[in-house]
């Protein structure tokens, strides 16, 4: 059974940097995609960043490029999400979510994800 557990979510001013971390487990094949989506209160979630991992390609929606950046540690199992020069539309839920199948784009609505950790950008 899969597991992702996040972490790194806060409190942070604008312009300010969190990074995020979703170590993974039970993931039943070595190649597969993952990465983060968010949900703010209302609203639907929104594919934010992910990584394929069998050539390391990433993917960003248009909102964060230049901002943030995704990476991983394949040893550790863990996959990363560097979010700098934070900005308060940035506020809402990051769920790291993973599928063996779908690709990037439609990291919304991969098969399995955390259960988020909170990033509030805030002055």
């Known amino acids: 059974q899969v597991q992702l557990v996040e972490s790194g979510g806060g409190l942070v001013q604008p312009g300010g940097s969190l990074r995020l971390s979703c170590v993974a487990s039970?993931?039943?094949?070595?190649?597969?995609?993952i990465g983060w989506f968010r949900q703010a209160p209302g609203q639907e979630r929104e594919g934010v960043s992910c990584?394929?991992?069998?050539?390391?390609?990433?993917h960003y929606t248009d909102s964060v490029k230049g901002r943030f950046t995704i990476s991983r540690d394949s040893a550790k199992r863990t996959v990363y999400l560097q979010m700098n020069n934070l900005k308060p539309e940035d506020t809402a839920v990051y769920y790291c979510?993973?599928?063996?199948?779908?690709?990037?784009?439609?990291?919304?609505?991969?098969?399995?994800w955390g259960q988020g950790t909170q990033v509030t950008v805030s002055s």
């Open positions: 990584i394929r991992t069998s050539d390391g390609s990433t």
């Open positions: 979510a993973t599928d063996v199948n779908l690709p990037c784009i439609y990291i919304s609505h991969f098969g399995s």
């Open positions: 039970g993931i039943s094949s070595d190649y597969y995609y």
